[in-house]
Each structure stands twice: as structure tokens, then as C-alpha cells.
């Protein structure tokens, strides 16, 4: 799947579902693929966040090829100096795609309308797609991290009462501002695991 097709396909409906950022629920699809389904190609430095990713939800037989890969590019180039995360690399690469993608859909004004009533962008992918819009279209980013952080202040609240009532019911809400806060999981931003 390629072009601005792919953003609306799945991720689009269930981000907009879950108040979740476009950009991560993609991204988070891509990722999920590359440590459980296909790996990447020739892997040659593991961070953190992946190295043990591999570990704890890949296929046995999928997690013993990319570690193996790993170790024998870093005995090839005699323990040398790569530090940059294999699968990092490949989800930088995807998220600089769908940024140019959402470039591209942020000029159909029914898309833009549905960003200003239900879009949902976390503030590292916000901060990523304002840089790469023509300053009339900036503030529509604005109006959605306004909305958003005021949606999450509501919920969370709600969920602080609802947990002192012993309930645990819509701690969904932690995750989303999590999210929020930092993008999702594995996704290498400012504060770079690797
Ligand atoms: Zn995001
Ligand atoms: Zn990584």
C-alpha cells in the first residue's frame, strides 16, 4: 500500500476510535510487523527498546536470526562502531513517509475539517508535520493539540476519580497522554534510545 491511501486505510478510523495520534498508530503497526512478522534486513545494532523487544515478542526462530545478524555484523566489522538502531533507522524512515503523506492530505479541506473536529496528533508528530506546512495551514496543528490536551485533562480527571472510587475502568486514558507526551513506544525521538 502506498500514497495518502495507506494513512486512511486501517490506522486513521482506530486512531481517530482511540483519540490516538495518526502518525503513531501507524507507526505502531509498522513496528509490531518488523519485530513479530518480518524482522528487518540486515540488522547490525539493536537499542535498547528493540534488542528487547526481540526478545520478549518475537518468534523465537525470527528473534535467533536478528540476533544472530547482529552478531555477525558486529564481529564482521570487528566489534566496531555502528550505533544506530537497525530497526530505529527503518521507523524513522516510515514516519518521514507518512509525515509526507499527511502533508499531502492536509491540502483536501474535508481532511482538514476532520482534523480540526476529531484529528489527534501527539506533540513530537505535531511538532514534525507543523515544520513541514505552509504557515496558513499551522494553526489548524495548534487548534488540535488545544483540543487534544483539554480532552485529556477531562479524562483524567475522570479517571483520578474513578481510580480513588477503586474503579480502574478508563485508565485508557494514561497511555493516551503518554502517548501524547513522548509518541508511542520505540519510536525514536528526541530522547533517542539509541
Ligand atoms: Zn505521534
Ligand atoms: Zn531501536
Known sequence: MSGAKALRAVPVGEA???????????L????????????VPKASH????????????????????MYAQVLFERRKNSGGTERTCTFCAELQHEEKARLDELVEQMKIPSFTAWMRRSGTLCLWHAQRLADRLPTGTRPIIEEVLTRTEEELEVDLRKCAAEAKLGHHAGSGVLGRVAEFLVCQRGIPGEEKPC
Not at 481517530?16 to 501507524?26: K, P, Q, S
Not at 505502531?28 to 524482522?39: I, S
Not at 535498547?48 to 526462530?61: G, K
Open 16 to 26: 481517530a476510535a482511540h483519540g490516538a495520534c495518526l502518525v503513531c498508530t501507524v
Open 46 to 65: 539493536l537499542c535498547n527498546h528493540h534488542a528487547w523487544s526481540l526478545a520478549r515478542s518475537a518468534p523465537a526462530e525470527l528473534a535467533a536470526e
Open 28 to 39: 505502531r503497526h509498522h513496528q509490531t510487523r518488523l519485530v513479530e512478522v518480518t524482522g
